[in-house]
């Protein structure tokens, strides 16, 4: 079974343009969650998803950022406009159920130059 | 306030030694998970084990074994006989029963080196 597709696997960008980072999650898992890794603060969890609707964005750092899931197989998460503040490793995961092993895609490193 | 404690920052071993991964976690909740994941030099972050707060028995998966200890709030990871494949940061999460259930918090990680 094909895990948690994330693209693109890098992405270097320049200060002010907008980056758009997408996420297959696995079929049949009804919660999808979007999570930010810097060596500073670690692993941040930013959004999640459960059955396509957002269920908390408290993690969103700024308005600057925003997800949506369209479908139960794709979502995505922008960032307009990027700062350099912004370069991390961004995580999709998808769990099959609330409190469930979460599984995690292979992140995008984003890079804001 | 941190809710999993992961001491340790880095381990460095050689080959074939034991290594045990420390995790400390706080809750008031009664009903609560636990988990590890692996996250190897290539990014990825990979599942290991998850564990409720009703079943204390410890686990041995081959070389990989974990220890849950309610009395004093920790969940240890143990690699027997540990490989060079074993090199990773490996992080301690928490899911709580509250209000916020669904989220996962994690522990800083500790980064393991084993050396050939």
């Known amino acids: 079974d094909a895990g948690v597709i994330q693209s693109p696997r890098h992405e270097v960008t320049e200060m002010g343009q907008e980056v758009t980072l997408r996420c297959k999650p696995i079929s049949g898992h009804d919660y999808l969650f979007w999570y930010r890794q810097t060596m500073m603060r670690g692993l941040e969890l930013l959004i999640y998803?459960?059955?396509?609707?957002?269920?908390?964005d408290s993690g969103m750092p700024e308005d600057r950022f925003s997800a949506k899931m369209p479908n139960a197989s794709f979502s995505t998460l922008k960032i307009q406009p990027s700062e350099p503040r912004d370069s991390a490793v961004y995580f999709c995961a998808s769990s099959a159920q609330i409190k469930k092993e979460q599984y995690f895609g292979p992140g995008t490193r984003l890079t804001v130059t | 306030a941190q809710k999993v404690t992961q001491a340790q920052t880095e381990i460095s071993v050689v080959e074939k030694e034991d290594v045990t991964l420390d995790c400390v976690y706080e809750?008031?909740?009664?009903?609560?998970?636990l988990f590890w994941y692996k996250q190897p030099p290539s990014g990825e972050l990979v599942f290991l084990i998850r564990r409720n707060s009703f079943d204390e028995q410890n686990e041995i998966s081959g070389r990989y074994s974990w220890n849950f200890q309610k009395s004093t709030s920790s969940f240890n990871f143990t690699i027997t006989a540990s490989q060079v494949v074993d090199s990773a940061v490996y992080f301690c999460?928490?899911?709580?029963?509250?209000?916020?259930?669904?989220?996962?918090?994690f522990g800083a990680g500790t980064t393991v080196t084993v050396r050939a």
């Open positions: 998803f459960n059955n396509n609707v957002p269920i908390d």
């Open positions: 809750t008031r909740d009664t009903t609560y998970y």
């Open positions: 999460a928490l899911s709580e029963a509250g209000l916020n259930d669904y989220k996962l918090s």
